[in-house]
């Protein structure tokens, strides 16, 4: 098969560190920033010489389904996959010509194949090519990101198994609501991983699809045949009917699964970054040696990488929103959605497997303080244990709005005069007439809220819990 040429090499390395190099989202500090983990994998999928390199894989797919058919010899087929290759840097010197990558591809092919370059696109249009490749890549990229999708899933569980029982406060609309367990939240996020998963695998099976049908999709130039051949060779189905391209609905469940994949991790570090709030201070992002969090204030260990999540998350969601835009396309095509799906595929994949790696590395790392929890339990003096009580009073037959003021009228006393629930309860005549306080003490036992954590984890985790 063709392959890259030596003098290409050098040049291959550097844009595979750099693969957003002609990207609309180019910034120093964001190359930088994602190279630690990903770029060079990533990255060099979305690399010209990968890409290329499927654009020849699929011409000589393509060239044997024909030598099949008894339309190229043999011996022209051998020569043609004996002799293929390409260098990035003539492409780039033809183009500036031509002002036409595929044609530009295929001159600086022929030009190592020879005579027998007569044989290569026979029949095709370009997007026969382009977006048949496109596919690969998508599928290429779809797979790592469902392996560091699973990686990020495996880190969620061993926390949650090493912090099943430990207690903290759950909260809602920001205010302190009922006892829960760390483990217990991070089970939401493993379990919202499994749907993630799903998502992937259905957009991978959606773009494991490719169209070698001619200039309109009709195979006027085509016998079908050579479409179900070429594509069986390169690992992809035949769309059962097209346009000149594959229809951008494709893509866009791509770039969706990948937008939704973001808002979850999205959704992840904004609690972490809540809760290394001073005032809560329950879990830290890993702040690394010599690291420093400010300029000027020393004493600084902010949330920036999951801060830098959470920034990085709304460019998936905008790139989907171009891929949205991508589906209506003119007639049996244009190129409107082209130039914008050079930027936000790669620059989303690249994106995803950044932000996968990060959380990956912030949730195995993360910092838990238990005894800062348990203060923070502490902190409203009982009132969380308001609905136990409520629900003593009610079992003992006492109305629930009766038992709801009962309760709510001691509740309001515990900020305005520092006072403890319990203590509250205790000295009301009312409560104490319907529960002892020995059955007021069990209201205010922790470990009742940790009763039904075994079949939460059962539920989620089966055997493995």
């Known amino acids: 098969m063709g392959t890259l040429l030596p003098e290409d090499r050098s040049q291959s390395i550097d844009k595979a560190l750099c693969p957003w190099y002609d990207s609309a989202c180019v910034k120093k500090g964001i190359i930088s920033m994602i190279d630690r983990y990903t770029l060079p994998e990533m990255g060099a999928i979305w690399s010209d010489e990968n890409r290329y390199q499927k654009w020849l894989d699929i011409e000589l797919a393509v060239c044997e389904a024909w030598e099949k058919l008894g339309r190229i010899p043999p011996s022209s087929l051998h020569r043609i996959k004996e002799k293929a290759a390409f260098s990035v840097h003539r492409i780039e010197e033809i183009e500036k010509i031509v002002k036409h990558d595929v044609i530009a591809f295929l001159e600086a092919v022929g030009e190592h194949v020879g005579e027998e370059a007569r044989f290569i696109h026979m029949g095709l249009t370009s997007y026969d090519i382009v977006d048949t490749a496109l596919s690969l890549l998508i ?5 790592k990101v469902q392996k560091d999708t699973q990686n990020l899933q495996q880190a969620i569980k061993d926390q949650a198994l090493r912090h099943k029982r430990t207690a903290m406060i759950g909260r809602t609309h920001g205010v302190h609501a009922e006892p829960i367990t760390l483990g217990v939240k991070l089970l939401v996020w493993y379990e919202e991983i499994n749907r993630h998963l799903v998502r992937l695998k259905k957009a991978e099976d959606i773009i494991s699809c490719g169209r ?4 309109v999709g009709t195979y006027i130039h085509l016998d079908p045949r050579v479409e179900e051949l070429a594509l069986e060779r390169v690992g992809l189905k035949p769309a059962k009917v097209s346009t000149q391209v594959l229809q ?17 991790l999205d959704k992840f570090a904004v609690e972490i970054r809540h809760l290394q709030k001073t005032e809560t201070l329950e879990i830290e992002e890993p702040f690394t040696k010599g690291q420093k969090g400010s300029s000027s204030m020393p004493h600084k260990k902010n949330p920036v990488r999951a801060e830098r999540i959470s920034g990085l998350s709304r460019l998936l969601r905008a790139n989907l929103q171009v891929a949205l835009e991508n589906i209506a396309l003119w007639h ?34 993360m910092v838990v303080h238990e005894e800062r929890m348990k203060e923070n339990i502490a902190l409203t003096k009982g009132l969380i244990f308001s609905q136990a009580v409520l629900l003593a009073l009610t079992d003992k037959n006492v109305p629930r709005p009766q038992a709801y003021e009962l309760i709510q009228r001691n509740s309001l006393r515990v900020w305005k005069e520092n006072l403890g629930l319990k203590d509250l309860l205790l000295a009301d005549k009312d409560i104490l007439a319907v529960l002892s306080p020995e059955e007021l003490d069990a209201c205010f036992d922790l470990s009742r809220y940790l009763d039904k954590i075994d079949f939460i984890y059962r539920k989620v985790l089966g055997n493995e819990s």
Not at 139 to 143: A, I, M, N, P, V
Not at 212 to 215: A, E, F
Not at 248 to 264: I, K, Q, T
Not at 341 to 364: G, N, Q
């Open 139 to 143: 599928k290429e990229s779809l797979e």
């Open 248 to 264: 951008r609905d494709r893509h866009a469940e791509v770039l969706g699964a990948l937008a939704l994949l973001g808002s979850s």
């Open 212 to 215: 070698i049908s001619g200039s």
């Open 332 to 365: 049996e095509r244009d190129i409107s959605h082209s130039s914008a799906e050079r930027v936000i595929i790669p620059d989303s994949f690249i994106l995803c497997d950044y932000m996968l790696a990060e959380m990956t590395d912030i949730i195995k790392n």
